[in-house]
């Protein structure tokens, strides 16, 4: 019994991990101590030194403390959450809707877009969820929108900025698997399109079948004059897209790193809100107080699932995965990833993303280097890498809307109106997540739609 416990004890922490996360306990605490507790118990059994403890402080300080990358973090929190305090994503989104009135579901398309410019400036899904449910989820129901497609639109367009970037998530990735987060945010862009892509045909045909799923929008809402429809464009569309472009151009064109494109990003809110005569004292400190406890929270689980991952590479966890997958027949590279994907999918209904890709990706990511992929997507080591982390990154949207723990759905519950239940959430979710794993299929039998833009940049030399 003694030994079985010894050679399965990286196992027998994954699944104690588990247990408490289901708790509910903070999953920062679980993270850091589980890692501590089983150090202790290798302590005990001979398999972990107590030297090896003082190996854990060094680690995080190099690995997280002092990462200039992860510095990009905090500046996206802010950019993001100044765009949502200000008022300015509420503006970008009654432009849409003028725009598209005459398109059927044209304020469901509005939402998708206004999520996808909101990704492409912010990056922060929980802030983006609960800004278009407030803003959006209102005037869907009084147009008379079906319960399921608003608030299965809202939840899957909210989501976009775990994928397009400037995705923190992205960052984090690059972070662990080595790779430059400009490539990886040239790879995700083609990727991310390509879902909104999706869903917006998938409402455009739902409308055109259903027309009283998706009402339009009355033709005398909007502006009245040429003069005000320009004005409205010019105040409430370029500002945000200007500020996409400064962000995402900057990295994509090589003028400035992630981290300083984040600082840009920043700034740029602030000048924004202060154009629109929205920025004061008063809401600069809650924007600021916002920000730090959201930045807080990320990274006291950064340095929770430091301790757990060195923990349990160190008690034999990449050695046991490797002998699980060789007793289950799974040794080629396409039998590890495809398990792989299968597993990043269901541990979506019970962990949040940042859980998921701290703990697997360092598990996995060296075991799928030593099987090649040269046949399929070249013999570069940062291609495949930057391949396997937008396939990740695509698979873990799926995180946010699966139940019972889908984040999204948590989000949306608390700011719904007495009338939307939590049936009508998980309906309205269940085509939008065929979707995205419709958009993964895609990515993992063409790796040209991710590869391509960076490719044609440079940025995998």
Same mark, same amino acid.
């Given at each position: 019994m003694?030994?079985?416990?010894i050679d399965?004890?990286?196992?027998?922490?994954?699944?104690?991990?588990a247990?408490?996360?289901?708790?509910?306990?903070?999953?920062a605490?679980?993270?850091? *101590?589980?890692?501590?507790?089983?150090?202790?118990?290798g302590?005990?059994?001979?398999?972990?030194? =107590?030297?090896?403890?003082f190996?854990?402080?060094?680690?995080?300080?190099?690995?997280?403390?002092?990462n200039?990358v992860?510095v990009?973090?905090p500046?996206?929190?802010?950019?993001?959450?100044?765009? +949502?305090?200000?008022?300015?994503?509420d503006?970008?989104?009654h432009?849409?809707?003028?725009?598209?009135r005459?398109?059927?579901?044209?304020?469901a398309?509005?939402?998708?877009?206004?999520?996808?410019i909101m990704?492409?400036s912010?990056?922060?899904?929980?802030?983006?969820?609960?800004?278009?449910t407030?803003?959006?989820?209102?005037?869907m129901?009084?147009?008379?929108?079906?319960? @399921?497609?608003?608030?299965?639109t809202?939840a899957s367009? *909210?989501?976009?900025?775990?994928l397009?970037?400037?995705s923190i998530?992205l960052?984090?990735m690059?972070?662990?698997?080595?790779?430059?987060v400009?490539?990886l945010? =040239?790879?995700s862009?083609l990727?991310?399109?390509s879902?909104?892509?999706l869903?917006?045909v998938f409402?455009?045909?739902l409308s055109?079948?259903?027309?009283?799923?998706a009402?339009?929008?009355?033709?005398d809402?909007?502006?009245?004059?040429?003069? $005000?429809?320009?004005?409205?464009?010019?105040?409430?569309?370029l500002?945000?897209?200007?500020?996409?472009f400064?962000v995402?151009?900057s990295?994509?064109?090589?003028?400035?790193?992630?981290t300083e494109?984040?600082?840009?990003?920043?700034?740029?809110a602030?000048?924004?809100a =202060? =154009?629109k005569?929205r920025?004061?004292?008063?809401s600069?400190? @809650?924007?600021? +107080?916002?920000?730090?406890?959201?930045n *807080?929270?990320?990274f006291?689980?950064?340095?929770?699932?430091?301790?757990?991952?060195y923990?349990?590479?160190?008690?034999?966890?990449?050695?046991l995965?490797?002998?699980?997958?060789?007793?289950?027949?799974?040794?080629?590279?396409? +039998?590890i990833?495809t398990f792989?994907?299968?597993?990043?999918?269901?541990l979506?209904?019970?962990?949040?993303?940042v $859980?998921?890709c701290?703990?697997v990706?360092p598990?996995f990511?060296?075991?799928?280097?030593?099987v090649?992929?040269?046949?399929y997507?070249?013999?570069e080591k940062?291609a495949?890498?930057?391949?396997?982390?937008?396939?990740?990154a695509?698979?873990?949207?799926t995180?946010?809307?699966?139940p019972?723990?889908?984040f999204?759905?948590?989000?949306m519950?608390g700011?719904?109106?007495?009338?939307?239940t939590?049936?009508?959430?998980y309906?309205?979710?269940?085509?939008?997540?065929l979707l995205?794993?419709?958009?993964?299929?895609?990515v993992m039998?063409?790796?040209?739609v991710?590869?391509?833009?960076?490719?044609?940049?440079g940025?995998?030399d």
């Amino acid at each position: 019994m003694t030994d079985f416990i010894i050679d399965h004890l990286s196992l027998i922490m994954f699944f104690v991990l588990a247990f408490i996360l289901f708790c509910g306990y903070p999953v920062a605490f679980v993270l850091g *101590g589980v890692g501590l507790g089983f150090g202790v118990v290798g302590m005990y059994f001979d398999v972990f030194n =107590a030297v090896q403890f003082f190996n854990i402080l060094p680690r995080i300080f190099g690995s997280v403390a002092a990462n200039q990358v992860l510095v990009a973090v905090p500046m996206f929190i802010f950019m993001g959450t100044m765009l +949502e305090r200000t008022g300015v994503a509420d503006d970008l989104l009654h432009c849409l809707q003028v725009l598209l009135r005459r398109v059927p579901g044209g304020l469901a398309m509005s939402v998708t877009l206004m999520g996808t410019i909101m990704a492409a400036s912010t990056g922060i899904v929980g802030a983006s969820v609960v800004m278009l449910t407030l803003i959006a989820l209102p005037a869907m129901m009084a147009r008379g929108y079906n319960k @399921e497609l608003a608030v299965g639109t809202i939840a899957s367009a *909210g989501t976009l900025g775990i994928l397009i970037p400037p995705s923190i998530m992205l960052v984090i990735m690059g972070d662990l698997l080595q790779v430059p987060v400009g490539a990886l945010f =040239a790879a995700s862009t083609l990727p991310g399109l390509s879902l909104s892509l999706l869903y917006i045909v998938f409402i455009l045909i739902l409308s055109f079948l259903m027309p009283h799923f998706a009402p339009p929008l009355p033709a005398d809402i909007g502006p009245k004059t040429t003069g $005000e429809f320009w004005a409205m464009i010019g105040k409430s569309f370029l500002p945000p897209t200007f500020l996409i472009f400064m962000v995402l151009g900057s990295i994509f064109f090589g003028f400035a790193t992630p981290t300083e494109a984040s600082g840009v990003g920043s700034l740029g809110a602030l000048i924004i809100a =202060a =154009a629109k005569r929205r920025l004061s004292l008063k809401s600069l400190q @809650e924007v600021l +107080e916002s920000a730090a406890l959201t930045n *807080g929270m990320v990274f006291f689980i950064f340095f929770g699932a430091t301790v757990f991952s060195y923990v349990f590479r160190a008690l034999g966890g990449d050695h046991l995965v490797v002998e699980l997958l060789e007793r289950m027949g799974i040794n080629t590279g396409w +039998e590890i990833l495809t398990f792989l994907m299968v597993l990043v999918f269901f541990l979506g209904f019970f962990f949040d993303w940042v $859980e998921i890709c701290l703990i697997v990706l360092p598990i996995f990511a060296p075991i799928l280097q030593k099987v090649s992929f040269a046949d399929y997507i070249g013999s570069e080591k940062r291609a495949f890498l930057t391949w396997f982390a937008v396939l990740c990154a695509t698979n873990l949207q799926t995180a946010f809307l699966t139940p019972p723990f889908g984040f999204t759905l948590f989000y949306m519950k608390g700011t719904v109106p007495p009338g939307v239940t939590m049936a009508h959430i998980y309906r309205g979710i269940i085509p939008f997540v065929l979707l995205q794993l419709t958009g993964l299929a895609l990515v993992m039998i063409f790796p040209s739609v991710a590869l391509w833009l960076p490719r044609w940049m440079g940025v995998l030399d």
